[in-house]
């Protein structure tokens, strides 16, 4: 409690972030209901008119929910290397449901995309895996992002980390000619591997054409809002703060979220980019530790949080949510305790899920 006071206090919005929000962020009442226990889930997808979640676990495994009951639909734990920031990262669903997308860490320490085919019945075909893209991640084993989504505009976003260690020692993230320390932007190909989209922001200049936004240390989770299509990305600090970036729908792309010139809105290893997009919310380490970007909240079952974004702290313990960060933030009243909040999940009708890497998969519902 206390630490969640201090961050409250302590925070820094930097510029106001339209979320559209139509009711009083203040009155939302929620509560947590279980839907699963599983083995540190990290990554929750949905797909089109199918009921079930289906959630990624670290050690390799994708388990199909239905009425809190879990079924393996695939297990790549001998593919993987698993543990600490390591493990399978994320999943989702091509929009016509038949094929699904994986991020992992490869047995070499790569971040590693592969797509298998899905049946209608809510099985991986076999003998359907294709590698999309590897990101080589040398050295060290954290900051390896990997939350994967597909955007409005119907390309496939990856997260990267800036490849580990602390200070981003090999200057990636400021570099345009290295994948890590970004959020890139691919579109996947039948029979594996990708094509770039042709209004990338580093096509036909210098820097890697897969590259959509850059300056980013662990992006760890960030989302789509899907009402209005912006971007929200929590990237996780070094030593002081942790930060919330924005990017409206409106952009072609090309942001410099100011890694590692800058930590939060401070200069780090300085001097301030140009061209830097300062985080639309910024909090500092004290009791907090490591930011868990959410969702914009476009379901229907919790009037007074529609239009918020809800994110978390690894360290708080506490759910957070804000329409605009210098006004209304707030802790949500659910009894969440010290979780270890590892990610959020959003299903087919807006509603959100919280992942404790302790295992245990929520629904946020209405307080009764
Ligand atoms: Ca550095
Ligand atoms: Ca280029
Ligand atoms: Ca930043």
């Known amino acids: 409690v206390r630490a969640r006071f201090i961050l409250l206090v302590l925070g820094v919005a930097v510029a106001a972030a339209p979320t559209s929000a139509t009711a ?20 929750l997808a949905t797909r089109p008119n199918d009921p079930a979640l289906y959630i990624a676990e670290q050690e390799g495994l994708v388990q199909r929910v ?9 297990d790549i734990s001998e593919r993987i290397t698993s543990g600490g920031e390591q493990g399978l990262l994320g999943l989702t669903f091509a929009a016509d449901g038949n094929t699904l997308y994986v991020s992992f860490t490869d047995r070499r320490g790569s971040l590693a995309v592969k797509a298998y085919g899905f049946s209608e019945a809510g099985k991986v075909k076999r003998r359907s895996g294709r ?15 990997g939350n994967i989504a597909f955007g409005p505009d119907g390309h496939l976003y990856i997260g990267t980390g800036d490849g580990g260690g602390g200070g981003d020692p090999g200057e990636n993230a400021q570099d345009l000619e290295s994948l890590l320390g970004k959020i890139l932007r691919i579109d996947p190909t039948r029979r594996g591997g990708y094509s770039i989209p042709a209004g990338n922001p580093f096509v ?22 899907r009402l ?12 002081h703060w942790e930060e919330i970036d924005f990017q409206p729908a409106s952009s072609n792309g090309g ?7 800058m930590e939060g809105t401070e200069e780090f290893e300085g001097p301030v980019p140009p061209n830097h997009t300062p985080p639309v919310f910024a909090y500092p380490h004290n009791g907090a530790c490591s930011v868990t970007g959410g969702y914009v909240y476009r379901g229907s079952n919790i009037p007074n949080l529609q239009g918020a974004y809800v994110f978390g702290d690894f360290c708080v313990g506490e759910l957070l949510a804000f329409t605009d960060p210098a006004s209304d933030l707030r802790a949500l009243n659910a009894n969440v305790g010290q979780f270890h909040l590892a990610s959020f999940g959003e299903d087919e009708s807006g509603e959100l899920y919280v992942l404790s890497l302790g295992g245990g998969v929520f629904r946020i519902d209405p307080a009764p």
């Open 24 to 43: 009083a962020l203040a009155d939302a009442e929620v509560v947590l209901t279980p839907v699963a226990t599983l083995s540190s889930p990290v990554a």
């Open 66 to 74: 239905v009425d809190r009951q879990a079924t393996k639909i695939l």
């Open 131 to 145: 590698n999309i893209i590897k990101v080589a991640h040398p050295g060290e084993t954290n900051h390896n992002g």
């Open 204 to 225: 036909g200049q210098p820097g890697r054409d897969e590259i959509w936004a850059y300056g980013l240390r662990n992006p760890w989770r960030w989302s789509f809002d």
């Open 228 to 239: 209005t299509g912006d971007l929200w990305i929590g990237d996780v600090g070094q030593n």
């Open 255 to 261: 942001e410099d979220y100011g890694w590692d010139n």
